[in-house]
Structures are given as C-alpha cells and as structure tokens.
C-alpha cells in the first residue's frame, strides 16, 4: 500500500498534475491554522474582542459599529500584511534555498534584503521621501543587489551554492555598514524613523500596504508555481537538470526574479525581517518530507510563523507593542545557531 509521501499524479483530460498526499494534508493544515491565527490576532489588542464578534464584525453583523471599525480598517489591514509578508518570504526562502542547494540561502542572509532596505534609508535620509517613493525605492535596490550578487557568484570556480551564500554575505554586511553611516550623518528625526523602519513592523498597516503586496503576489505567484518542477530538478545539480530538459540559465533567471520580487514587496510592506524565509521553507519540507521545495506549505508556513511573531510582539510588551522584525530576530538567530549546530555534527 502506498504512503502518504509516494507521489500522486492526478489526470483531467490532456492534463495531469503530481502531488503529495503528506504535503495536501500539511499544507490544508497549515491554511487552518493561519486562519485561526488571523482570528485570534483580529481579537487582540488593547481592546479584546471575542472569536464570534471578529467573525461577526467580518461579516457586516458585529455589535457595534466600534468594533467593525476596530476589526475591519485597523487590525484586518495589519493582519492581511502580516500574511502576505510572511508568505511571500517563505516562497521567497524556498527558492533561494532550493536554487542555492543550501539551507542558509534564505534573502536575509545573503544580503538581498539588506539592499532592499537600503534603498528605503536612502529615499529616507537623502531625498526625505514619503511611503510610496521608500517602497519603491526597496524594491529597486533590492533587484539591484541580487543582480550584483549573481553576477559575482558567477565567477571563480567551487560551488555555486556556496560561492552564491558567501558573496551574499559580503555583500550583506557592505550594505549594512553603509546603512549605519547614512543613519549616523542623516539628520536625527529622519535617522529615528528610518531606524524604526528598520526594525521591521507591522504596525499602523492600511490597507495601502495590503493592496500593494497583494498585488505584486497575486503576479508572482503563478510564475513561481508554474517552475516548480524546473527547480525540483534545479536541486540535482545543473547538468542533471540540463539533461532533463531544463533550460537552466533561463529558469535560474526568471526564478531568481521572482524570489528577489517577493522579498522586495515584503520589505517594502512591513521592512526587513528576519527569520521567515531562513526557518520557513525548512519546517515545511520537514513536514511534507519532499524532496523538492514545497512551495505553498512554505507560504503558509511563512504566514504562520510571521504571524505567531506578531501575536508575541503584542504580548511581550507591557505599554508597547514591540516592532515584529525584534521577535524574529531573536528567534532567528536562535534557529540559526542551533541549524549550524545540528549540520556540524551530521557532518562530523
């Protein structure tokens, strides 16, 4: 009898799709379990409001007119992004850890989110620019350094995981230096909210940063989705996957784009913040027990786990809610440790 994890093909006519029952079962678990979260965040706050009221309030039937305009233009905005964010950065993680064929290919670590944010100080600092224009500004300095860390990780022999994770570390902390000088020299209510742009938040969402972010993962989700397999095959190696049939500097191109996309309209709706795409796609493969990267359950997990962080970040506080990018640092940097940890002494 088959198991859970023995691929499944599913046939309609000329058309036919490969699945994994485990990774349908996991990931239908994991769509449950962001919308409970969803629920409990919509009811959190300095106000708390009940399970049924939020659905209630969602459905046009809540109480008082309060707590609709509580639930709807001042959490639902906040959690929304929340969702979005977290899953375009677990996507994002799954592709660059797939393609970099190493767990620690995640954007933050190599540097690609780092660019993004320092496209926002400087529209910050320099020009004083306003939301848009810093959002915009991210994005294009995002795309700006994963072609600068491509490139460079292009040359030189070894691997080209490797070669890709360290010149992305470099790059990281060149960028990073520059942002701490541009936040010291810039004048000091700039270099404050540039800061607090920094830590990574998901407070005073609108819904003119879920549009935005919807948007932008609504056009690239499907090309993500559409290349699955071609980076399922990516993983085994260039030559491999060339025999295969993949046209591999083309699908390397348009998914490295797509990676480099969602992370650019993640930091551009709640900034730089860590974690999600590192630890996101390795629980969900852990779970799915696949071999190729699992897509969707790493959006979802991604979600989850952003959310979870907000959720902390609002109850860790005693007067403040602390900046959500705090929490998955912390968090990160605990993961981190404890993935090198773990690889070594497989290794060993």
């Known amino acids: 009898m088959p198991s859970l994890t023995t691929p499944r093909v599913l046939r309609c006519g000329p058309f036919s799709v490969r699945f994994s029952p485990r990774a349908v079962l996991v990931g239908s678990a994991l ?11 919509l009811g959190t ?3 708390p409001i009940g399970a049924g009221q939020v659905l209630g309030s969602l459905l046009g ?3 008082s007119d309060m707590t609709q305009r509580i639930v709807k233009r001042v959490r639902l905005p906040r959690v929304l992004t929340g969702l979005l964010v977290g899953a375009a950065l677990g996507m994002a993680g799954a592709i660059f850890q797939s393609i970099a064929r190493n767990a620690l290919g995640s954007p933050d670590v190599i540097g690609f989110t780092t660019g993004a944010a320092s496209g926002a ?6 020009f004083d620019a306003g939301p848009l ?40 902390a060149t960028l990073s230096g520059l942002n701490q000088l541009l936040l010291v020299t810039g004048d000091l209510d700039q270099a404050l909210f540039a800061q607090l742009w920094l830590a990574g938040s998901l407070n005073t969402r609108t819904w003119a940063h879920v549009v935005p972010a919807a948007l932008g993962l609504a056009l690239i989700l499907p090309i993500a989705l559409l290349h699955g397999r071609e980076l399922a095959l990516l993983e085994m190696g260039d030559n491999s996957a060339s025999q295969l049939g993949v046209a591999v500097g083309r699908s390397r191109l348009v998914l490295v784009l797509a990676a480099v996309g969602l992370t650019a309209i ?7 913040i860590a974690f999600i795409a590192l630890a996101g796609p390795q629980l969900a493969r852990r779970l799915t027990r696949t071999a190729s990267a699992p897509l969707v359950c790493a959006a979802l997990m991604g979600a989850a786990l952003l959310l979870v ?3 902390l970040s609002q109850r860790l506080a ?9 929490v998955t640092g912390v968090l990160g940097g605990g993961y981190l440790l404890w993935l090198i940890t773990a690889q070594r002494k497989r290794s060993m």
């Open 133 to 172: 224009a810093t959002a915009l500004a991210a994005v294009a300095a995002g795309m700006l350094t994963a072609l600068l860390v491509l490139l460079l990780a292009r040359r030189g022999q070894g691997s080209e995981g490797y070669r890709l994770v360290l010149v992305g570390i470099g790059m990281g």
């Open 61 to 63: 039937q809540g109480d």
């Open 121 to 126: 100080i400087v529209q910050i600092i320099v």
């Open 318 to 326: 005693a007067t403040a809610q602390l900046p959500v990018g705090l």
């Open 45 to 47: 706050g300095s106000l």
């Open 31 to 41: 769509l449950l379990l962001v919308l409970g979260l969803a629920i409990v965040l």
């Open 266 to 272: 993640a930091t551009a709706a709640a900034g730089p």
């Open 309 to 311: 962080a907000d959720w």
